[in-house]
């Protein structure tokens, strides 16, 4: 099984500076049809999570271009350039290159 | 726009069965795949198993002795029965759909969700 791992586990940012999140598997992601089929997902406090960026760094529709998603192989990252207050809840990154899918444990970001 | 709704029971017992239906509205269930995600509280997300609209199923090993998914592509649902529950499948259960056509910009995601259902296991 895929091994997806994710830091910081929380954050705290001040509105308008940027935030970093790495998120890190135990497999490549590029499958041999040329994809990479890792996603990043933000959970809002008692919400479901919602689809942020597809295929390591296409924003989803109605995504903000604050945030961007790079990175290839193993090694991914999500970057917001100005975190707002709307940006709080809980980041996941998640692989569905093979079964069974699976999630980062989730990084908490938090506005200071 | 197509949206999901789970519907079950919000208390089973120790070592009953644990069911759940996903209602899809507004959309067709053909060209996806469908998954359960489950979330205990304070926790993070554990995908449980999909199924295709053909019926054809996929479970997580971690789980797949007690899973049973099935779909009923008439009424535009799909559901999720787990054997055996215990406290630790306690937990918020998400219904999912994955974009599966290769030529969809966002294919391989899980780009509609559920609200989720919260499942609590007690006696």
């Known amino acids: 099984d895929i091994v997806m791992t994710q830091t910081p586990l929380s954050l705290s940012v001040t509105p308008g500076q940027p935030a970093s999140i790495s998120c890190k598997s135990s497999q490549s992601l590029l499958h041999s049809d040329g994809k990479t089929y890792l996603y990043w997902y933000l959970q809002r406090p008692g919400q479901s999570p919602q689809l942020l960026i597809y295929a390591v760094s296409n924003r989803f529709s109605g995504v903000p271009d604050r945030f961007s998603g790079s990175g290839s192989g193993t090694d991914f990252t999500l970057k917001i350039s100005r975190v707002e207050a709307e940006d709080v809840g809980v980041y996941y990154c998640?692989?569905?290159?093979?079964?069974?899918?699976?999630f980062g444990q989730g990084t908490k970001l938090e506005i200071k | 726009q197509v949206q999901l709704q789970e519907s079950g029971p919000g208390l089973v017992k120790p070592s009953e069965t644990l069911s759940l239906t996903c209602t899809v509205s507004?959309?067709?269930?053909?060209?996806?795949?469908w998954s359960w995600i489950r979330q205990p509280a304070g926790k993070g997300l554990e995908w449980i198993g999909r199924i295709y609209s053909n019926g054809a199923p996929n479970y997580n090993p971690s789980l797949k002795s007690r899973v049973t998914m099935s779909i009923d592509t008439s009424n535009n649902q799909f559901s999720l029965n787990l054997r055996s529950v215990t406290a630790a499948d306690t937990a918020v259960y998400y219904c999912?759909?994955?974009?599966?056509?290769?030529?969809?910009?966002?294919?391989?995601?899980?780009?509609?969700w559920g609200q989720g259902t919260m499942v609590t296991v007690a006696s």
């Open positions: 998640m692989h569905t290159i093979q079964l069974p899918y699976s």
């Open positions: 999912a759909r994955r974009v599966i056509v290769p030529a969809a910009i966002d294919y391989g995601s899980f780009d509609i």
């Open positions: 507004g959309g067709s269930i053909s060209n996806y795949s």
